[in-house]
Structure formats: C-alpha cells, structure tokens
C-alpha cells in the first residue's frame, strides 16, 4: 500500500505543492491510518459472537462418582420380594453419566442487543479517539509546511541580499582600480558578501532536511529531491464569519462518541432486569436413569432424556442498579465537563490566534513603507560612498538594513498565513475524514 501511495504522489510532489495535498498525502501515510480499519473489523467480530448467543448451546458432560450410601428398600419390603423369587439389588454406590445438554435462547429481555449496541458504540469511541489523533496531522503538517515556506522566502531575499553587495563589490573594486577607494573598503564588502552568502548555504541545508521530514511523512522516499521542489503560498482569507464554530472537531465528536455508549450501558441495565425464557433438551447414557425401580432391580447401562421449558428471573441486578446508573451519570458528567473545558481552550486559542492575525495585519501596512524608506536610504549611501561623503561599513549597514526590514516583511506573512490555517485547524474549517 505504501508503495502504491508513493507512486502515487511522486509525480505531485515534484511538481508545485499545495498545503491540502500535503495533508492528504501525510493522513494516507501516517501508520495510525490502518487502525480504522483495525477498530472495524473487530466491531464486526464482537457484534457476530453475540449474535452467536442465540444459537443453541449445547454442551457435554461425563462424570463417574462414588458415594457413601444411595436409596435402598427397607429390609422388610425386600424379604416381601425375597418370598417372590425377586431379588431387589438396591442402586450401586458407583454411577456412571455420559450426556448432552441444549440450550436454545427465546426471549432474553433484550440483553443480546444490548450487548451488540454496546459493542458498536465501543467501536465507535474507539474510531474516534483515533480521528482525535489523525487530526493533529494536520497540525504537524502545517508546522513544516510553513517552515518551509519560510526558509524560501529568506533563501530568495538572501540571494537579492548577495546581489546588492556584489554590485557594491564591483563597484569598490572600479574604484579601486583607479585609485579612489581603498583596498580594505573592498575587501570588506566582499567579506560581507562571502558571509551572508554563507547564511544562503545554511538556510538551503535547513530547507532540505524540513523538506526531507514533510517528504517522508507525507510517504515520499527520502532520496526525492526536496530542494527543486516548490510549494504554493496558500491564499490569505480568514474565516472571521465562522470563529466560534467548533461543532465538528473531532475531540467533541469523541465525547458525543463516549456519552451515546453512556446511553446504550443504561439501556442494558433494564435488560439486565427482565426475565429470560429457554427451552432445553437433556439426554445422557448411563447408570442410574430416571427409571429409579427398573434400576434398583437391574444395574444395567441406559438412555434417558429430558425435554422442557426454563423460566429464570434474576433479580440480582437490582442491588447494584442504583449504584449502576449513579456511575453512569458520574461518567455523563465528566464528560460534560470535558466538553466545557475543551470549548473554553478552544475559544481561548482562538481570541489569540485572531489577535495575532491582526497584529499581523497591522504590521504589515508598514513593512511596505519601512522597505521603501530602507531602500532610498540605501542608495543615497551608495551615492555618498562614490563621493567619498561616507565609508563602507555605513554603506553595509544601510544595505544590511533594507534586507532586514524585507525578511520582517515575509516573516510578518509567513507567520499570518500560519496564523490564518491555524485558526481553521482550530475551527476545523476544513475539508477532513467523515
């Protein structure tokens, strides 16, 4: 199966990655997958064994014994027979039984249902705390996904950063040619240029083990050329309209999940209560039989059986039912409370990852005028630098500034847009796993 996804998405992801395909690709891949699968295939077997319990039981049984003392006539009745010519044996004080038993189920009162919803409602919580655990997925997906397309946006920024210092570069190296700059002037712009080209190495080694994480956990060989992959910026659009809306997260479905079984275990508490009806069949081969006399005259081997109806009521139960349902309720409650606190987290996270998202915002209506002004600035040192007005090292602080105002720029976009999906994670605004 693995090799089949793989051969699958490899042609996707050499191609330009968008953050839903990486979540699907990583939910197919991730091991946990398989459980559901797992969880179902159990349910199934746990609901056809107790289905079994109306098939007829049947059971055999051997038993040899010995006893101290069995019936017998009284000594007058056997000298009445003695006079007879009968001689009256008594039963022996060894016996002998090899016989069959079965059982056949007609009204239990509910009990084999109930027993059967359980088991489904079992499976059911069982499938949803894994979905609980299928979703963070997407989380983790998001973490590096983001990262990555952070570390491109600064790898691209660092590259433009290499080419202002290599024109100043080149520059300097003219005039020093002609004898109107200093040789440490351009040897200190090429230094500068040598380390922030340095930087660039160490932010492609970065890009190419993230991408090698989200590669194999999406269920790509980790040979697949990370680097020359690509991946879309996700659109900014946040879901203002919807915040507050969590009805579909899968950690309230596994408390609905939890308090649907509370439910069906009451309900098996009244079955528990009602009374049950069979109809049985006993036969076994052996001594004595049920003809006690014929016995006690001749001890020979015989059949014998025995067919009826039972009528059993066991009011057992009731002692521990208030005590049942007391812990029921317990668990209903606790439940709730979960629920409670789960809304109050998640209502919380989300007034925080809105705030930042306008922090954000805010932040990034001036990036575009900071870079601006960096810029002129910038060029104006360039100028100033020709006429000898001022030395290199302001001319490198200014060019170092305008990168640095561009790389708060994309991290003030880069951190929106994680800030964005993350609060449709935490909305679950987003198409997932019915």
């Known amino acids: 199966m693995k090799k089949l996804l793989f051969f699958m998405w490899l042609p996707l992801m050499a191609q330009a990655q968008t953050l839903e395909e990486c979540q699907q690709a990583a939910e197919r891949n991730y091991p946990l997958i398989k459980q559901y699968d797992l969880i179902e295939k159990t349910t199934d077997l746990a609901v056809a064994n107790i289905g079994k319990g ?34 009256m044996k008594g039963l022996k004080k060894d016996q002998y039984r090899i016989g069959v038993d079965v059982n056949q189920m007609v009204f239990d009162g509910g009990a084999l249902r109930s027993q059967k919803e359980i088991a489904r409602r079992k499976g059911a919580v069982e499938e949803a705390q894994t979905e609980v655990t299928m979703y963070q997925v997407r989380r983790r997906v998001n973490e590096m996904f983001f990262g990555l397309l952070l570390l491109d946006e600064q790898i691209r920024l660092n590259s433009d950063w290499q080419e202002l210092l290599n024109g100043s570069e080149r520059k300097l190296q003219s005039m020093f040619q002609r004898g109107t700059a200093a040789e440490s002037d351009y040897q200190a712009v090429r230094a500068e240029r040598l380390n922030v080209r340095q930087q660039g190495e160490s932010l492609r080694s970065q890009r190419r083990t993230l991408a090698m994480m989200l590669f194999t956990f999406c269920g790509l060989a980790p040979q697949a050329s990370a680097e020359g992959t690509a991946l879309v910026k996700p659109t900014i659009e946040v879901p203002f309209s919807n915040v507050g809306k969590v009805s579909s997260r899968p950690e309230l479905k596994a408390i609905d999940a939890q308090l649907r079984l509370t439910d069906v275990q009451e309900k098996s508490l009244n079955a528990a209560l009602m009374p049950k009806l069979s109809v049985f069949a006993t036969g076994f081969y052996g001594y004595p039989g049920y003809n006690m006399f014929e016995d006690m005259m001749s001890h020979q081997w015989s059949l014998n059986g025995m067919i009826g109806a039972r009528l059993s009521w066991n009011i057992g139960a009731l002692y521990t039912r208030k005590n049942d349902k007391a812990k029921l309720d317990v668990q209903r409650s606790m439940f709730h409370v979960q ?9 919380l996270e989300q007034m925080q990852q809105s705030e930042n998202i306008e922090r954000y915002r805010t932040q990034m209506k001036d990036d575009e005028e900071i870079i601006s002004l960096r810029t002129s600035v910038r060029k104006a040192a360039e100028s100033k630098l020709e006429h000898g007005i001022i030395d290199v090292n302001d001319l490198v602080k200014e060019i170092n500034a305008e990168n640095g105002a561009k790389v708060q720029q994309t991290i003030h976009e880069i951190e929106m847009l994680k800030e964005i999906y993350d609060l449709r994670f935490t909305t679950s605004l987003q198409n997932y796993r019915k």
């Open 54 to 87: 109306w098939l007829p039981q049947v059971s055999a049984s051997a038993q040899a014994t010995y006893q101290s003392d069995v019936v017998s006539w009284p000594d007058q009745i056997k000298g009445v027979y003695s006079t007879m010519g009968i001689d």
């Open 339 to 347: 629920r409670e606190t789960f809304l109050f987290n998640n209502h």
